[in-house]
């Protein structure tokens, strides 16, 4: 009961007015019109450049997310694989950054990729001159060094917990290095993937101050729609809470999804022994 008591601050304060009361005035201004009830907004929707930069979002999601689980996954595992002294003082060189502000850090990759700038100087000693900056290129890179932290450590801690005598027993039983990784590894290491699967999903998605700065006006996702409509003062409310609505929606659909692998992996894990 006294860890019950602890709860409500956050049921009876927190979550009404951060969570439930901005949710109704998204919904509010997604459906109504100086008081009037209406679909207009809704039926702004037909314009299909609406629907690319939706799409484009989600498959710049869905990019950013995998190649941070390709990168990250190895990087988890050699840690893992490390003295504890020594994958501590390792991690400190992707925490840090994290100490520093998200936007900060975007400017300095403006700054890294900019005409004339360090990465461009450098590619022109090699007689390769291309535009770095404002590309889509730009945009994912910035989003992969922003969240690869975030699929990293929570990999990291689950394959720190595995029970080494299943490793162990994997070999008794005659398994190489490589069928271990397949048979044994992986599929208990599941629950970190999604959950670094999900802590980058989710955000990148909603990004918007990374394609602002790094993709310019030609590479606008949906964060970056939602905050134009909202800037446009009163006259743009209803179409950038529609816009959010349909945001909070693919954002809901991907956690399911998650949830969903996570407790289909949670049942086939009880027969993988």
Known sequence: MKRKILAYPYIFVWLPIFVIVPMLFIAYYAFFDNGHFTLEFVKNLSDSMYWSVIARSAWMAVLATII????GFPVAYMLSNMKKSVATMLSIFYILPMWMNALLRTYAWKV????????????GLFGIH??????????????????????????YTTLMKLDRSHLEAARDLGANGVQTFFKVVLPLSVPGVISGVTMVLVPSMSTFAISKLLGGSNYALLGDLIEQ???LSST???????LSL????LVLISTA?????EKDNGTEGGTLW
Not at 112 to 123: E, F, P, Y
Not at 246 to 249: A, D, E, W
Not at 257 to 261: K, L
Request: with cysteine; proline share 3%; glycine share 12%.
């Open 68 to 71: 941070c689980l390709i990168i």
């Open 257 to 261: 999804i998650m949830r969903r692998v």
């Open 229 to 231: 409509k909202f800037m």
């Open 246 to 249: 349909i945001l909070l929606i």
């Open 236 to 242: 743009g409310y209803g179409m950038g809470s529609v």
């Open 130 to 155: 291309a535009k770095l900056l404002y590309t889509q290129g730009a945009v994912l890179l910035g989003t992969v060094y922003n969240f690869l932290p975030f699929m990293i450590m929570p990999i």
């Open 112 to 123: 890294l990729l900019a005409d004339g700038g360090l990465l461009s100087s450098l590619l």
